[in-house]
Nanobody, 129 residues
Framework: QVQLVESGGDSVQSGGSLRLSCAYTSLYAYNSYCLGWFRQAPGKEREGVAHINTGGGSTDYADSVKGRFTISRDNAKNTLYLLMNSLQPEDTAMYYC?????????????????????WGQGTQVTVSS
Protein backbone atom coordinates (compact mmCIF):
# COMPACT_ATOMS: atom_id res chain seq x y z
CA GLN A 1 0.00 0.00 0.00
CA VAL A 2 0.92 3.64 -0.47
CA GLN A 3 -0.29 6.48 1.74
CA LEU A 4 -0.48 9.96 0.24
CA VAL A 5 -1.01 13.37 1.86
CA GLU A 6 -1.22 16.53 -0.27
CA SER A 7 -0.54 20.10 0.81
CA GLY A 8 0.10 23.50 -0.72
CA GLY A 9 -3.27 24.37 -2.19
CA ASP A 10 -4.31 28.00 -1.93
CA SER A 11 -6.19 30.86 -3.56
CA VAL A 12 -4.14 32.91 -6.02
CA GLN A 13 -4.72 35.46 -8.72
CA SER A 14 -4.45 34.72 -12.40
CA GLY A 15 -0.81 34.54 -13.49
CA GLY A 16 0.36 33.44 -10.07
CA SER A 17 2.25 30.33 -9.02
CA LEU A 18 1.85 27.54 -6.49
CA ARG A 19 3.79 24.45 -5.54
CA LEU A 20 1.84 21.45 -4.38
CA SER A 21 3.49 18.73 -2.32
CA CYS A 22 2.47 15.15 -1.69
CA ALA A 23 4.15 13.15 1.05
CA TYR A 24 4.11 9.43 0.29
CA THR A 25 4.82 6.49 2.54
CA SER A 26 4.92 2.83 1.64
CA LEU A 27 6.28 -0.49 2.73
CA TYR A 28 7.48 -0.91 -0.84
CA ALA A 29 10.63 0.58 -2.35
CA TYR A 30 10.11 3.77 -4.34
CA ASN A 31 10.91 2.01 -7.59
CA SER A 32 7.80 -0.13 -7.16
CA TYR A 33 5.23 2.59 -7.76
CA CYS A 34 4.37 5.32 -10.22
CA LEU A 35 3.02 8.71 -9.16
CA GLY A 36 0.77 11.30 -10.72
CA TRP A 37 -1.32 14.41 -10.16
CA PHE A 38 -4.99 14.66 -11.07
CA ARG A 39 -7.56 17.40 -10.66
CA GLN A 40 -11.30 17.62 -10.51
CA ALA A 41 -13.39 20.74 -10.91
CA PRO A 42 -17.02 20.87 -9.75
CA GLY A 43 -19.27 19.08 -12.20
CA LYS A 44 -16.37 17.70 -14.21
CA GLU A 45 -14.61 14.37 -14.41
CA ARG A 46 -11.27 13.80 -12.75
CA GLU A 47 -8.50 14.46 -15.26
CA GLY A 48 -4.83 13.60 -15.31
CA VAL A 49 -2.50 16.56 -15.03
CA ALA A 50 1.01 15.11 -14.85
CA HIS A 51 2.69 11.76 -14.32
CA ILE A 52 6.19 10.66 -13.41
CA ASN A 53 8.12 7.40 -13.45
CA THR A 54 9.72 5.75 -10.45
CA GLY A 55 13.10 7.41 -10.77
CA GLY A 56 11.75 10.80 -11.75
CA GLY A 57 13.51 10.93 -15.09
CA SER A 58 10.43 10.63 -17.31
CA THR A 59 7.32 12.75 -17.18
CA ASP A 60 4.09 13.30 -19.07
CA TYR A 61 1.67 16.22 -19.03
CA ALA A 62 -1.82 17.05 -20.13
CA ASP A 63 -1.81 19.42 -23.10
CA SER A 64 -3.60 22.07 -21.04
CA VAL A 65 -0.69 22.40 -18.60
CA LYS A 66 2.35 21.73 -20.77
CA GLY A 67 4.93 24.48 -20.40
CA ARG A 68 3.29 25.79 -17.22
CA PHE A 69 3.37 22.87 -14.76
CA THR A 70 6.33 20.74 -13.68
CA ILE A 71 6.08 17.44 -11.85
CA SER A 72 9.00 16.09 -9.84
CA ARG A 73 9.64 13.58 -7.10
CA ASP A 74 12.30 13.44 -4.39
CA ASN A 75 12.51 9.82 -3.35
CA ALA A 76 14.98 10.64 -0.59
CA LYS A 77 12.33 12.86 0.98
CA ASN A 78 9.39 10.71 -0.12
CA THR A 79 7.74 13.76 -1.64
CA LEU A 80 6.02 14.42 -4.95
CA TYR A 81 5.76 17.99 -6.23
CA LEU A 82 3.74 19.93 -8.75
CA LEU A 83 5.05 23.39 -9.57
CA MET A 84 2.32 25.41 -11.24
CA ASN A 85 3.13 28.66 -13.03
CA SER A 86 0.98 31.07 -15.02
CA LEU A 87 -2.13 29.82 -13.28
CA GLN A 88 -5.46 30.55 -14.95
CA PRO A 89 -9.03 30.44 -13.61
CA GLU A 90 -9.58 27.20 -15.53
CA ASP A 91 -6.94 25.58 -13.33
CA THR A 92 -9.29 25.92 -10.36
CA ALA A 93 -9.94 22.43 -8.99
CA MET A 94 -9.28 19.97 -6.22
CA TYR A 95 -5.86 18.48 -6.90
CA TYR A 96 -5.07 14.89 -5.95
CA CYS A 97 -1.88 12.92 -5.96
CA UNK A 98 -2.13 9.26 -6.82
CA UNK A 99 0.03 6.16 -6.94
CA UNK A 100 -0.07 2.78 -8.62
CA UNK A 101 2.20 -0.21 -8.42
CA UNK A 102 4.23 -0.66 -11.58
CA UNK A 103 3.19 -4.34 -11.96
CA UNK A 104 5.74 -4.60 -14.73
CA UNK A 105 4.22 -1.84 -16.87
CA UNK A 106 6.11 1.41 -17.59
CA UNK A 107 4.69 4.27 -15.54
CA UNK A 108 3.81 6.45 -18.49
CA UNK A 109 2.01 3.65 -20.32
CA UNK A 110 -0.90 3.68 -17.89
CA UNK A 111 -2.00 7.15 -16.74
CA UNK A 112 -5.76 7.04 -16.56
CA UNK A 113 -7.44 7.67 -13.22
CA UNK A 114 -8.66 4.07 -13.21
CA UNK A 115 -5.08 2.83 -13.44
CA UNK A 116 -4.20 4.33 -10.06
CA UNK A 117 -5.05 2.48 -6.86
CA UNK A 118 -4.02 4.91 -4.14
CA TRP A 119 -5.22 8.47 -3.67
CA GLY A 120 -4.65 11.37 -1.32
CA GLN A 121 -7.45 13.44 0.18
CA GLY A 122 -6.90 16.39 -2.17
CA THR A 123 -5.85 20.02 -1.85
CA GLN A 124 -7.89 22.92 -3.24
CA VAL A 125 -6.47 25.35 -5.78
CA THR A 126 -8.53 28.42 -6.62
CA VAL A 127 -7.43 30.91 -9.25
CA SER A 128 -9.27 34.21 -9.53
CA SER A 129 -9.21 36.52 -12.55
Amino acid sequence: QVQLVESGGDSVQSGGSLRLSCAYTSLYAYNSYCLGWFRQAPGKEREGVAHINTGGGSTDYADSVKGRFTISRDNAKNTLYLLMNSLQPEDTAMYYCAARMTDGFPCLSRTRAGDYSYWGQGTQVTVSS
